[in-house]
T-cell receptor, first 116, second 113 residues
Framework: EAQVTQNPRYLITVTGKKLTVTCSQN?????MSWYRQDPGLGLRQIYYSMNVEVTDKGDVPEGYKVSRKEKRNFPLILESPSPNQTSLYFCASSLGGSGTSYNEQFFGPGTRLTVL | GENVEQHPSTLSVQEGDSAVIKCTYSDSASNYFPWYKQELGKGPQLIID?????GEKKDQRIAVTLNKTAKHFSLHITETQPEDSAVYFCALTSPPGNTPLVFGKGTRLSVIA
């Protein structure tokens, strides 16, 4: 089954404790992206990647890191989480970049993160 | 960067009635306008999209219209059903090809049986 998977689905942690949220897709997509969803703010892009070893900042990159060492994986790293990073996080992938002919983004199920 | 305004933020309709959600934008270069549906506990899913060279697109009970002159696009759902209850997001992107999608803030649609 074609899908985007995220782990963990739920995470409660404390301020300053490094964490990684994994994202993997099995569709051989070039483009991958991370969003955070907050009430009243919609979906805001954190980072995106056009291909392996190519990453770029989105609208709200502060406090986050990403890496794209393999085409299928795009982990989101919070080196020192803070309470304002409490949010619902979504990973997404698409065949090509958002402005190309292959626009449909496939979203993962989400990771609900709480930072105390 | 580009901004997209989405209205209303919440919408309640009776089953069988129509629902309309509207988004406005400012960048006349925007050329791709998708709509995503997010059901409770799930990630958003593409339901319909339209490109700037088309004024309207329809897929069964859902349709999207685009007015490039006025810079707005709308989602129309006819004969609403309880399973249409969800949060709907409009989005758009502009050239060049690596420009990320920009999402509206979402509309929570409730269809009352």
């Amino acid at each position: 089954e074609a899908q985007v998977t995220q782990n963990p689905r739920y995470l409660i942690t404390v301020t300053g404790k490094k964490l990684t949220v994994t994202c993997s897709q099995n569709m051989n997509h070039e483009y991958m992206s991370w969003y955070r969803q907050d009430p009243g703010l919609g979906l805001r892009q954190i980072y995106y990647s056009m291909n392996v070893e190519v990453t770029d900042k989105g609208d709200v990159p502060e406090g986050y890191k990403v890496s794209r060492k393999e085409k299928r994986n795009f982990p989101l790293i919070l080196e020192s989480p803070s309470p304002n990073q409490t949010s619902l996080y979504f990973c997404a992938s698409s065949l090509g970049g958002s402005g190309t002919s292959y626009n449909e983004q496939f979203f993962g199920p989400g990771t609900r993160l709480t930072v105390l | 960067g580009e901004n997209v305004e989405q209205h209303p933020s919440t919408l309640s309709v009776q089953e069988g009635d129509s629902a309309v959600i509207k988004c406005t934008y400012s960048d006349s270069a925007s050329n791709y306008f998708p709509w995503y549906k997010q059901e409770l506990g799930k990630g958003p899913q593409l339901i319909i999209d339209i490109r700037s060279n088309v004024g309207e697109k329809k897929d069964q009970r859902i349709a999207v219209t685009l007015n490039k002159t006025a810079k707005h696009f709308s989602l129309h759902i006819t004969e609403t059903q309880p399973e249409d209850s969800a949060v709907y997001f409009c989005a758009l992107t502009s050239p060049p090809g690596n420009t990320p999608l920009v999402f509206g803030k979402g509309t929570r649609l409730s269809v009352i049986a």
